[in-house]
C-alpha cells in the first residue's frame, strides 16, 4: 500500500470545517457547535479509503498561550499536507485574518482550494471578494455540510488533483513489505531502528527525513525487500504539545495506514496503558498485521525467549517454574490488558543485547503471508457446519440466526462474508465463536480478519416486493 495522501481543513473558527469533516466522511468524527472554538486537538480521518483529512483549530484571537500557538498549527498543517483546503463563511467577506491564512497557505506552493462553505445561508455573496485572495476561481467551490451542495464535486477535485486511482492498485511483485514501529515516546523505536537496519542481509536504500517525518530505511531479508518505518512517539491527545507534536501524531496514523505490518512496542519497564490499547484498536481497526514488542528485556530481572501469542498460556505461574518473574507478571497483565488481540504474537527484546530482534523479520514475513491467505470455499463451510453442529447460535422467541454459507470476499485483511437468515440476531459472542473455529484450522498469525453477515432472506423479499411494483 502506498503512502495515503494528507488534506488539511485551514481557516478560522466556526467557518464549518467540523461539519465538512463530518459530512465528506459521512459520519460524526468531529465535535460541531455553535460556539466558535470548539475544535480544540486535531481530528484525522480517512475520507473512501483513499487520502486523510485533517480537521484543524480555528485561528481566533489569542488569549493565552494555548491560543497563540493556533498559528503555529496552521502552518504544521501545511507543511504536512499534500493539499490544502482553505475553508471560509461564504456568507461574510473575507477579512485580514483571512488573507493570512490565504497568503501562508499559496505560499507552501502546494495546491490549494477555496472552500465557500455554509453556502446554503442567505444570498450568495460577490466571489470576486473572495478570488482577491489569490485562489483561481477554477479551484473555488461553493459547499453546504448542512445539505450536502458541492461536497461530492469537492471530494472528486481533492482525487484528480492527489491523482487517487480510484480502482484498487495491482500489487506490484517486488513492492517491499512495509513494516512501521509504533509506540508512546521512549520506549524504544529509534534504537530498535537502528538495530533493526543492522541486522539485514543487505541494505537496498536509505532515506531519513526530519524529526516530523517518518524516517525510512528498505532492507533484504530472506531475499524479500522489507521497508521499515520509525514513526514519533504518541502520547495521549491531551498531553500533546500543540504544533510539531501533534502533526507528528498524524504522520504516525498515516504511517499505520500505509504499513502492511505493524510493530507495536511496549516499555517492559513501564506498565501497559490505555494509549497501548488505544494504538493496538487502531492497527487492528486499520486492517494491519500486529506485532506485540517488548523492549528493554535487558533491565528485566529474568526473561523468557519467545511468547507464540497473547493467549498463550505458556508463562503462566501455575506452571512448574524455578519462580514467578518480573516477565511473568508483565505477561500476565499483558494478556489482560490485550485480551481483543489473542491472535498477536508477542516478541520480548533488547535493541541493547540484540535480543529476538532478527525474529521481527521472521514474523513479518510469516504475518504477510497470512495477509494473503485465500481459503477455499468448502473448507470454510465444512468449519462453520461443524461449528454449528457444536454449537447452535441462540436466538429470541421462536427466531433463530440460521447461518447458511460462508464465502472469503477478499484479503489483506482476509475478510469472510457469512450468510443466513435472520442474522441480525446474531449475538457477538456468537461471532467471536466463529472467528475462533477458523483461526482453529487457520490461525492467521498476527493478521486481523474480517467479517460481513448478509441476510439472504431479506434481500430476496426486498426484491419480490421491487418486481411486483413494475
Known amino acids: 500500500m502506498s503512502k495515503q495522501p494528507v488534506v488539511a481543513l485551514i481557516g478560522q473558527t ?17 465535535i460541531v457547535a455553535r460556539e466558535e472554538g470548539t475544535t480544540r486537538d486535531n481530528v484525522v480521518c480517512k475520507i473512501d479509503d483513499q487520502f486523510l483529512l485533517i480537521d484543524t483549530a480555528g485561528l481566533k484571537n489569542p488569549e493565552d498561550d494555548f491560543e497563540a500557538s ?6 504544521d498543517a501545511v507543511e504536512v499536507a499534500d493539499l490544502i483546503l482553505l475553508t471560509l463563511d461564504s456568507s461574510k467577506y473575507p477579512d485580514q485574518k483571512d488573507k493570512n491564512i490565504a497568503k501562508t497557505a499559496l505560499k507552501s506552493k502546494k495546491p490549494v482550494f477555496l472552500v465557500l462553505n455554509k453556502s446554503d445561508l442567505g444570498e450568495s455573496l460577490d466571489e470576486a471578494e473572495f478570488l482577491r485572495l489569490g485562489i483561481k476561481a477554477s479551484e473555488t467551490f461553493r459547499t453546504s455540510a448542512t445539505t450536502g451542495q458541492g461536497i461530492e464535486a469537492l471530494k472528486s477535485n481533492i482525487k484528480r488533483v492527489l491523482n487517487v486511482k480510484t480502482a484498487k492498485k495491482v500489487e506490484e511483485k517486488n513492492r ?7 509506540g508512546r515516546p521512549n520506549v524504544g523505536k529509534s534504537s530498535l531502528f537502528n538495530k533493526l537496519a543492522k541486522k539485514q542481509q543487505a541494505v537496498v536504500s536509505s532515506r531519513q527525513g526530519t524529526t516530523r517525518d517518518v524516517n525510512r530505511v528498505e532492507i533484504r531479508y530472506k531475499n524479500t525487500p522489507i521497508e521499515i518505518l520509525d514513526t514519533a512517539g504518541l502520547r495521549k491527545p491531551g498531553k500533546r504539545e500543540v ?17 502492511d505490518v505493524c510493530a507495536l512496542l511496549i516499555d ?22 500486529i ?8 533491565l528485566l530481572d529474568n526473561s523468557k525467549p519467545v511468547v507464540s501469542t497473547i493467549s498463550d498460556k505458556s508463562h503462566n505461574k501455575n506452571q512448574e517454574q524455578p519462580t514467578y518473574t518480573e516477565i511473568d507478571e508483565i505477561l500476565d497483565n499483558l494478556e ?20 529476538n530482534v532478527t525474529k521481527i523479520f521472521d514474523l513479518t514475513l510469516e504475518i504477510d503471508a497470512a495477509r494473503h491467505t485465500e481459503v477455499k470455499t468448502s473448507e470454510l463451510n465444512k468449519i462453520l457446519r461443524e461449528a454449528i453442529v457444536a454449537h447452535p447460535p441462540a436466538g429470541l422467541k421462536n427466531t433463530h440466526p440460521k447461518p447458511k454459507y460462508i464465502v472469503q470476499t477478499d484479503i489483506t485483511p482476509p475478510w469472510f462474508v ?17 472467528e475462533r473455529k477458523i483461526r482453529e484450522v487457520y490461525p492467521f498469525v498476527g493478521t486481523p480478519i474480517k467479517f460481513s453477515y448478509y441476510n439472504d432472506r431479506k434481500s430476496k423479499k426486498l426484491l419480490k416486493n421491487k418486481s411486483s411494483k413494475k
Open 14 to 30: 466556526n467557518a464549518g470545517k467540523s461539519s465538512l469533516l463530518n459530512r465528506m466522511a459521512r459520519q460524526n468524527i468531529a
Open 70 to 75: 493556533i498559528q503555529d498549527q496552521i502552518q
Open 176 to 182: 517491499p513489505i512495509k513494516l512501521a514501529l509504533i
Open 243 to 259: 504544533g510539531i507534536e501533534k502533526f507528528s501524531a498524524i504522520r504516525t496514523l498515516s504511517a499505520i495506514e500505509e504499513a
Open 268 to 289: 517492559s519497564k513501564e506498565p501497559h496503558s490505555k494509549l497501548d490499547q488505544s494504538l493496538a484498536g487502531q492497527i487492528v481497526g486499520a486492517g494491519k498485521g
Open 291 to 298: 506485532i506485540v514488542v517488548l523492549t528493554k528485556a535487558d
Open 336 to 355: 489482560h490488558d490485550l485480551d481483543f488481540l489473542p491472535f498477536a504474537p508477542v516478541l520480548i527484546t533488547s535493541s541493547e543485547t540484540g535480543k
Open 418 to 434: 457469512i450468510h443466513g437468515r435472520e442474522m441480525e440476531l446474531l449475538h457477538w459472542s456468537y461471532k467471536r465463536y466463529l
